[in-house]
């Protein structure tokens, strides 16, 4: 999480998965962890997976029904 101006940086934009959302309160990054520079604030670690998509906009639960098995 950084501050809303912060500019982008080569390491927020490579690795096997990456996020990055600028709303006016933040400029959120997901990225592997060793990607991340000490001196930034990092939080986890957290897993991720992959669905087989892909999945129509339509259809509603999706997100339930692939996360109760987690929550289980």
Known sequence: RLAPDAPLADWMLA???T???R??????IVVDTERV?????REGPFAVF????????DLTGVLA???RPLAE
Not at 50 to 57: K, Q, R, S, T, Y
Request: no cysteine.
């Open 50 to 57: 992959m669905v087989e998509g892909p999945l129509d906009f």
């Open 15 to 17: 690795g096997a998965l």
């Open 19 to 21: 996020s990055v959302t």
């Open 37 to 41: 520079p000490p001196d930034v604030r």
């Open 65 to 67: 029904t692939l996360t």
């Open 23 to 28: 709303t006016p309160s933040e400029l959120s």
